[in-house]
């Protein structure tokens, strides 16, 4: 017969998910308060927040809705009090936010390439930033905390028209081995998600039609994974023991090369 321990392995965690709106940051929410952590869920849509939190509770979880933009670090800074005034501090964040955008370098489109730096450089960096202080708190009080960030197989793999999309993920990847250095003697654990082909909605954000073709080839000739399987992973690393750190997850669809 499971203990409540084994049924909810992460009962009295106080979660952070960015991009909670859709895809790996919903499907992470939900998965996490069913292992019994408390989840503030953050992402500007605050319509999809409302729903979300509406099916934890129905689930018997808890969970917090708090509509902000991550590219505004102010508001990052406020949900961060927000978090630590109605939960406590977060031992888990799960940073996630993020957009795709590919499309030939030639063609110029600075306003994508800055789209997509805002949100997975600047926005990464504006999560840390406010809920680290709680992170080493936590870590200090209960012996460890995690800090999982959402990178992606393009961080080390080269596609083309993937350019700028790509080197925001390697800099999400290098970040999260280098924060190792920083945090790790701290007892926060860090670690890099690199995510291949999952059905999520950044593929249609996609607008450039070369992009689209091979996205489209590539979903339609085999099984890609679905966002509840990278979600096992997140809530896999926070239930690790205090001394284990899987500082880097690669997580492939089987036939994808």
């Keep these: 017969m499971s203990s409540d321990t084994t049924a909810k392995p992460l009962e009295g965690r106080i979660a952070v998910v960015t991009g909670a709106s859709s895809g790996l940051g919903e499907a992470a929410a939900e998965l996490l308060a069913a292992r019994g952590a408390k989840v503030a869920v953050l992402a500007r849509r605050a319509d999809r927040l409302d729903d979300l939190v509406a099916r934890v509770a129905k689930d018997g979880g808890t969970a917090l809705a708090l509509p902000v933009d991550v590219t505004d670090a102010a508001a990052v800074e406020a949900a961060a009090e927000r978090v630590a005034a109605e939960f406590g501090p977060a ?146 690393l926070a239930a690790q023991p205090p001394r284990v750190n899987l500082s880097r997850v690669t997580i492939m669809p089987t036939a994808q090369v």
């Design 91 to 236: 031992d888990l964040l799960f940073n996630n936010a993020g957009v795709m955008l590919p499309a030939p370098v030639t063609e110029r489109r600075a306003e994508q390439w800055q789209r997509m730096i805002d949100l997975n450089v600047t926005g990464l960096m504006n999560a840390i930033g406010a809920f680290t202080p709680q992170l080493v708190a936590s870590a200090k009080d209960r012996g460890v905390a995690d800090l999982v960030n959402t990178s992606s197989i393009g961080a080390t793999g080269v596609f083309p028209s993937f350019a700028v999309y790509c080197a925001t993920k390697a800099y999400a990847t290098h970040l999260s081995d280098n924060l190792r250095a920083d945090l790790g003697s701290q007892g926060v654990r860090v670690s890099a998600i690199e995510p291949g082909l999952v059905s999520t909605e950044l593929k249609s954000h996609v607008t450039d039609p070369g992009a689209n073709e091979w996205l489209d080839g590539a979903f339609n000739s085999i099984e890609v994974l679905e966002p509840s399987d990278v979600a096992e992973a997140v809530a896999f």
